[in-house]
C-alpha cells in the first residue's frame, strides 16, 4: 500500500481550516460546553451558604465542560506571608483567605485568567502563593509566571469532551507588574502577560491646531518637528478625528507573540480560550476600545474558539465571528469585595487613618466613589451580568444562552456582591441592555423566558 503524501489537505477539511502541523478547526465532541463569567473578586469561601438562587448558579458552573472565570485576586494567608503590599497596585488591594482555593473548585471553576491589574497586588509572593493553591485544588491557570515565555504560555485542561489551551493576557495592568523574558546575563522578571496599547487622544481638528499652537509656544519646543500630524503635548498624543474619543494602537511585538501562542495552543488541543483583561478606554465605557474587534478576529483566525473579555465591571456586546463567541465583557461574576488587610497606600489614597478608621470604611470610599476618573461602582450597572453557556454540535458553535444575575447592589457590604439568578424584572433590564450593545456587531440575542439565546446554523463558521 503506497504511502500518503506529507502535507497533504484532507477534502474534510475547508480551506484556511488546517495548516501543515494541524487542524485549527475546533475538534470537540458533540454537546461540549463552556462556561464562561466575569470578575472573580471573592475574598472568602462561598459554597457553605444556604441560598437556593446562588446553588442554581453553582448547578449551572459544574454543569459545564470547561467553566472559565477571571481570578482577580490574590489567595494569600496574611499570617505566614512573607511579600508586602506593593506601592504600585491595581487600584485596590484584592486578597482571599486560603480556603478560597478549594471553593471555587467546588464551585465548578477548574480553569482561570491571571493576568490583570491586580496580578501583583501582593507582589511576586502574592502571584506565587495563588498559583501554588490553585495548584493544589487542580484548577489550570494562565497568564502569569516566572517570566514573560511562562506567563504568555498556553494552560491545558483535560475534558471528556476535548482537550481545552487558555491563554490569558491583560491590555490595564500596573507597568512593573508585566513579564519579561531573559536578555543576555540579565534573567528574565516575574509577571503576567501583557498587551501594551499606545493612547491616543482624539479631539476636533481646530482643537488639535490649538493644541499644536501651545505645543509651538512651549520653551524647548523643537521648530524642525512636523507641524501636520498628531501633537504631542506633556507626553499626550492628540489626533484629529470626528468623534471626541479615546484610540489605542496594539504593540505589534506583544501582538505577534499573543498570535503565536493562540497558534500553538490550538496545535496541542481541541478547543482555545483567548482571554483579555482591559478597562479601555474606561469603566464607565459600554463599548470596547476602537482596537479590539480588530484584535479578536485576528485571534480567531489563529485558531481561537472563543474570545473573553473582562476588566470594565460591566457588560459589552457579543459578537459571533466566524462562528466562534467574542464576549468583550462579562463584568463581574462575584465582587464579594470584604478586603481584608489593605496596604498603608490605600488608605492614604481614601483621605483615611489606620489608626481611626476601618478596612470597610476604606473600602466602601474605594467602592462609592473614584475609581480612575470613572464615577465608582455606586451604579447599580456594575452588580448586574450573565453566566454565557457556549454548547457545541458538530465543532460548530450550535447556541450561546445568556443567564442574567444580580450581585444584590442594595445589600450591606457584609452580603454584596454574591451573584444571584435576576428577578423576572432585571433579567429583562439585563437582558435588553446586552442586546442593544450586541446590535453593533449584528447579533440577535433572542428572549424566551428570562434568559438570551443566540442560536446558530451549522454553516456559521463559514
Known amino acids: 500500500m503506497s504511502e500518503e503524501p506529507k502535507n497533504v489537505r484532507h477534502p474534510d477539511l475547508r480551506d484556511g481550516h488546517y495548516d501543515i502541523v494541524g487542524s485549527i478547526a475546533t475538534n470537540v465532541a458533540d454537546g461540549f460546553t463552556m462556561v464562561a463569567v466575569g470578575d472573580l473578586i471573592v475574598t472568602r469561601a ?6 437556593p438562587d446562588f446553588a442554581a448558579l453553582v448547578a449551572i458552573l459544574r454543569d459545564a465542560d470547561v467553566t472559565f472565570g477571571n481570578m482577580e485576586t490574590s489567595i494569600i494567608d496574611i499570617r505566614s506571608f512573607k511579600g508586602s503590599p506593593q506601592a504600585e497596585y491595581g487600584g485596590a488591594y484584592h486578597i482571599s483567605l486560603p480556603e ?6 467546588e464551585m465548578g471553576f477548574n480553569i482561570v485568567a491571571r493576568a490583570n491589574n491586580h496580578s501583583l497586588d501582593w507582589g511576586v509572593e502574592g502571584m506565587r502563593e495563588t498559583s501554588q493553591a490553585l495548584d493544589q485544588n487542580g484548577i489550570v491557570h494562565a497568564g502569569v509566571g516566572e517570566n514573560l515565555a511562562q506567563a504568555s504560555a498556553s494552560r491545558f485542561l483535560e475534558t471528556a469532551r476535548g482537550r481545552v489551551a487558555l491563554v490569558s493576557t491583560a491590555s490595564t495592568f500596573t507597568p512593573l507588574s508585566r513579564a519579561c523574558d531573559a536578555a543576555g546575563e540579565a534573567p528574565g522578571r516575574p509577571g503576567l502577560n501583557s498587551l ?18 501651545v505645543r509651538n509656544a512651549l520653551p524647548g519646543f523643537w521648530h524642525g518637528c512636523d507641524n501636520s500630524g498628531p501633537v504631542v503635548l506633556a507626553g499626550t498624543t492628540y489626533k484629529a478625528g470626528d468623534k471626541p474619543g479615546y484610540s489605542y494602537q496594539a504593540d505589534s511585538g ?34 470596547p476600545a476602537d482596537y479590539e474587534q480588530a484584535f479578536a478576529h485576528r485571534l480567531i483566525d489563529a485558531g481561537a474558539d472563543a474570545y473573553v473579555g473582562h476588566g470594565p465591571h460591566q457588560l459589552r456586546g457579543i ?21 481584608t488587610p489593605i496596604g498603608a497606600d490605600m488608605f492614604a489614597a481614601q483621605g483615611k487613618d489606620p489608626s481611626r478608621d476601618t478596612d470597610a470604611e476604606v473600602t466602601a470610599a474605594e467602592m462609592g ?56 424584572h432585571r433579567a429583562k433590564v439585563i437582558l435588553e441592555r446586552l442586546q442593544m450593545l450586541s446590535q453593533p456587531f449584528g447579533t440577535q440575542i433572542v428572549i424566551e423566558n428570562e434568559v438570551g439565546i443566540i442560536k446558530l446554523p451549522p454553516d456559521s463558521s463559514r
Not at 462561598?46 to 441560598?51: A, N, S
Not at 501594551?196 to 499652537?213: H, K, N, Q
Request: glycine fraction near 10%.
Open 319 to 339: 459578537e459571533i465571528y466566524k462562528g466562534r463567541p467574542i464576549l468583550y465583557s462579562l463584568g463581574n461574576f462575584i465582587m464579594d469585595d470584604l478586603r
Open 46 to 51: 462561598l459554597t457553605k451558604r444556604r441560598d
Open 196 to 213: 501594551r496599547l499606545a493612547r491616543s487622544i482624539v479631539v476636533p481638528s481646530e482643537m488639535l491646531d490649538s493644541l499644536r499652537r
Open 254 to 287: 506583544d501582538v505577534t507573540g499573543i498570535l503565536r501562542n493562540v497558534r500553538q495552543g490550538k496545535q496541542f488541543a481541541d478547543f482555545c480560550i483567548i482571554t483579555n483583561h482591559g478597562h479601555e478606554p474606561g469603566n464607565w465605557s459600554q463599548e
Open 100 to 105: 478560597l482555593g478549594p471553593d471555587l473548585r
Open 369 to 424: 466613589g473614584g475609581y480612575e476618573s470613572d464615577p465608582g461602582f455606586s451604579d447599580p450597572v456594575f452588580y448586574e451580568s450573565v453566566v454565557t453557556i457556549s454548547r457545541f454540535e458538530q465543532n460548530h458553535l450550535a447556541e450561546l444562552r445568556l443567564i442574567p444575575i444580580e450581585l444584590g447592589h442594595g445589600n450591606r457590604l457584609a452580603n454584596r456582591g454574591v451573584p444571584r439568578l435576576a428577578s423576572a
